[in-house]
T-cell receptor, first 115, second 116 residues
Framework: GENVEQHPSTLSVQEGDSAVIKCTYSDSASNYFPWYKQELGKGPQLIID?????GEKKDQRIAVTLNKTAKHFSLHITETQPEDSAVYFC??????????????FGKGTKLSVIP | GAVVSQHPSRVICKSGTSVKIECRSLDFQATTMFWYRQFPKKSLMLMATSNEGSKATYEQGVEKDKFLINHASLTLSTLTVTSAHPEDSSFYIC????????????FGDGTRLSIL
């Protein structure tokens, strides 16, 4: 089955600096890669996603890049703000059998933005 | 944007009680819903996948008689933790996906279950 590795597990940056979180996946058939932000005591919130037919996608201060050959994708947050502090999860959508597809998540990155 | 509503947000009850958690998709029809469990400072662990009108598919190690899932309509799925014990205490999160494999998956805000 799919395996997703996420690094780093914790990341501290100064306000205004950029943050980069990286993920690798194992199943070359995976073709959809979402990123979620989870604040304390809440459910994950989808912040950006990318499909395998594109290499990069941007939404204001957030961007995601995908390298299908190397099987890795990254989240880039520019001009970080204290409200960006949260746990971020990457995921990959893969076939799980019996006609079912499911997301496999990385272990998460706790981002702390220091004012 | 797509919204998934989950209730209750927190439950505290005595051991042996059964607890029902509801998950609703508010502005789309969720043909597939997922139930996850999350331990402190850990990632999301998929418990089961349910498709509207059919039985849920449980992940290995998840007791189907302990965690009853019903997905009777395109907008509602329920998870019932039967005869809950302290070890069932956890953060349970539901998720829903619209028709079509290429649709994003959205999450509810979770239910903090505490069994005394």
């Amino acid at each position: 089955g799919e395996n997703v590795e996420q690094h780093p597990s914790t990341l501290s940056v100064q306000e205004g600096d950029s943050a980069v979180i990286k993920c690798t996946y194992s199943d070359s058939a995976s073709n959809y890669f979402p990123w979620y932000k989870q604040e304390l005591g809440k459910g994950p919130q989808l912040i950006i996603d990318i499909r395998s037919n594109v290499g990069e996608k941007k939404d204001q201060r957030i961007a995601v890049t995908l390298n299908k050959t190397a099987k890795h994708f990254s989240l880039h947050i520019t001009e970080t703000q204290p409200e960006d502090s949260a746990v971020y999860f990457c995921a990959a959508l893969a076939y799980s059998g019996a006609g079912s597809y499911q997301l496999t998540f990385g272990k998460g990155t706790k981002l702390s933005v220091i004012p | 944007g797509a919204v998934v509503s989950q209730h209750p947000s927190r439950v505290i009850c005595k051991s042996g009680t059964s607890v029902k958690i509801e998950c609703r998709s508010l502005d789309f029809q969720a043909t597939t819903m997922f139930w996850y469990r999350q331990f402190p400072k850990k990632s999301l662990m998929l418990m089961a996948t349910s498709n509207e009108g059919s039985k849920a598919t449980y992940e290995q190690g998840v007791e189907k008689d302990k965690f009853l899932i019903n997905h009777a309509s395109l907008t509602l799925s329920t998870l019932t933790v039967t005869s809950a014990h302290p070890e069932d205490s956890s953060f349970y999160i539901c998720s829903a996906r619209d028709r079509g494999l290429d649709q994003p998956q959205h999450f509810g805000d979770g239910t903090r279950l505490s069994i005394l």
